[in-house]
């Protein structure tokens, strides 16, 4: 399974960093992204992060404000967003990457962080 | 990038078939997979790979690619798979998670 961090409030203007904890399996052996879903609206994929390796991949929109980490000794991912704005308010899922015939796909999902940005 | 395009909602009577399809250009050369989200819940993979089912999915659920739309088939629709529905693909030109705008099923 996947557990995540609470739900956080941040002013504008703040970074947040969020945390996912995997139990029951090789944590080295996936890679994990964040996936957020602002309120109403769909999925949209953030980051990226190798299990194994910690090579990461950010989405185009977020480069140079979102860096993800992880520890593998406590199986944790991390993904911290900065400079927050009030467009960043959103659920945040942490997904396990598996790999497919022809690229990658999300076979376990966290509950979700939801993150408020709000003055 | 990358472009999937999905209908906002789809309809179906309990019992009957649900269809709902994901365009992208040439979409058949690629893998889609399927995630079912429930009102307040994580989303769910339901069928990965264009076709296969994850262990626990209902073999109701089943999926088609080929050419410019992907297509997911809820047979015999039940009022439990009211829920909103992504396809995905992994697109490596782009940014790699390539999600369609979501489909909305409502069991009639």
């Known amino acids: 399974q996947v557990v995540q961090s609470g739900a956080e409030l941040k002013m504008p203007g703040a970074s947040v960093k969020v945390s996912c904890k995997a139990s029951?399996?090789?944590?080295?052996?996936?890679?994990f992204s964040w996936v957020r879903q602002a309120p109403g609206r769909g999925l949209e994929w953030m980051a990226f992060?190798?299990?194994?390796?910690?090579?990461?991949n950010y989405a185009r929109k977020l480069q140079g404000r979102v860096t993800m980490t992880n520890d593998i000794s406590t199986s944790t991912a991390y993904m911290e967003l900065r400079s927050l704005t009030v467009d960043d308010t959103a659920i945040y899922f942490c997904?396990?990457?598996?790999?497919?015939?022809?690229?990658?796909?999300?076979?376990?999902w966290g509950s979700g962080t939801l993150v408020t940005v709000s003055s | 990038s990358y472009v999937l395009t999905q209908p906002p909602s789809v309809s179906a009577a309990p019992g009957k078939t649900a269809r709902i399809t994901c365009g992208g250009s040439?979409?058949?050369?690629?893998?889609v997979h399927w995630y079912q989200q429930k009102p307040g819940q994580a989303p769910v993979l339901v069928v990965y790979?264009?076709?296969d089912r994850p262990s626990g999915i209902p073999e109701r659920f089943s999926g088609s690619n080929s050419g410019n739309t992907a297509t997911l088939i809820i047979s015999r629709v039940e009022a439990g798979d009211e829920a909103d529905y992504y396809c995905?693909?992994?697109?490596?030109?782009?940014?790699?998670?390539?999600f369609g705008g979501g489909t909305q099923l409502t069991v009639l």
């Open positions: 997904a396990r990457g598996q790999s497919g015939k022809k690229g990658w796909y999300f076979d376990l």
């Open positions: 029951g399996y090789a944590f080295s052996s996936h890679g």
């Open positions: 992060i190798n299990g194994y390796s910690g090579a990461t």
């Open positions: 040439d979409i058949g050369s690629k893998t």
């Open positions: 790979d264009s076709s």
């Open positions: 995905q693909v992994w697109d490596s030109d782009n940014d790699p998670w390539v």
